[in-house]
């Protein structure tokens, strides 16, 4: 069996997914896209083919290190999510050439089902209380929202009041036990993520997300140091290398690595089982769509120390196309009590609709997250 095309297609709400065709007639379906930078992502994609076109698809850990290594330069958002996206679709084809899930592949599953959690407020918080409500209502047992707008590196204490209000506001509509996790995003500067990381401690949270950016290694000390709430991030470091040193230094207590970003299956695997040595929870990054959510179930169900997991199903970003809409068999991620159940078909465990994505990407998108400045004019992290 050998690889003879990869084709992309960009389709709303903002997502990039890719088919891999073989000579033998099995198709495998990948998600890689950076959100905001699709198109490059899939010129990295069309670029990387070079490499792949004639290939034999079971080779995937041949063809990974070939993607990686075999160019001078590599890492990096773009480059490694068009990997990513690459690996999800070879993976997919072995499994139905096979006639087994990834994760049987992988070892079989240590769990039945996966914890998950909804997301609530958008970029700028709103009504949380309400939102948690309903999320609770339709079986979730725990919610992330945003912690902040923009804040200043030395900012205001009505900022901080504000997000002490919003996740009192959530914990007051749901339950004690309701998990609440926390994401500042990383547009919280080290001064006042100190200020916030503190204050937040009494508040029992699921976690604090991206404290300060992951690059900041030195402020994430400083943050360690003032709360003993759990630390995670990762949606935005690319490789277990990369990873590496957060585990080394102590700095996290849950590694987010996103399966559409960093590296695929393969490497995401090889992430979790770094992170099980340092008995650091597992909770992948996925506000994407349902190959990328299927790539994590296939990790998930193999990695004793995944503890939650990201969907997107109603997130704010999917307007007109959700979770859902791309798929044949609606109901193969079913929510139940706060839990999803692993996939079971071959592959991925997902059918795409490939009839809806060929329509779909007739529209396209030009999707670019929101853009902010602090009152002084100059740029705000979002």
Known sequence: M?????ETFLVP??????KIDTDEGVSGW???VVEGRAHTVQAAVNELADLLIGRDPGRIEDLWQLMHRGGFYRGGAVFMSAIAGIDQALWDIKGKVLGA???SLLGGQCRDRMRVYSWIGGDRPADVAGAARAAMAAGFTAIKMNATEEMTYLDVPSKIDAVLERVQAVRDATSPDFGIAVDFHGR???PMARVLARELDSMRLLFIEEPVLSENLEALREVRRVTTTPLALGERLYSRWEFKAVLQEGL???????LSHAGGITECRKIASMAEAYDVALAPHCPLGPIALAA??????VSHNAAIQEQSLGIHYNQGSDLLDYLEDKAVFQYASGFVAIPQGPGLGIEVNEAVVRAQASTGHRWRNPLWRHADGSVAEW
């Not at 709400?13 to 890719?18: A, K, T």
């Open 2 to 6: 050998n690889i003879t095309r990869l």
């Open 13 to 18: 709400p903002r997502w990039l997914f890719l």
């Open 30 to 32: 990948g998600e890689p």
């Open 101 to 103: 899930p990834v994760h």
């Open 188 to 190: 919280v500067h080290l």
């Open 252 to 258: 996290a207590d849950v590694l987010q690595p996103d």
């Open 296 to 301: 994590c179930l296939q990790v998930d169900a």
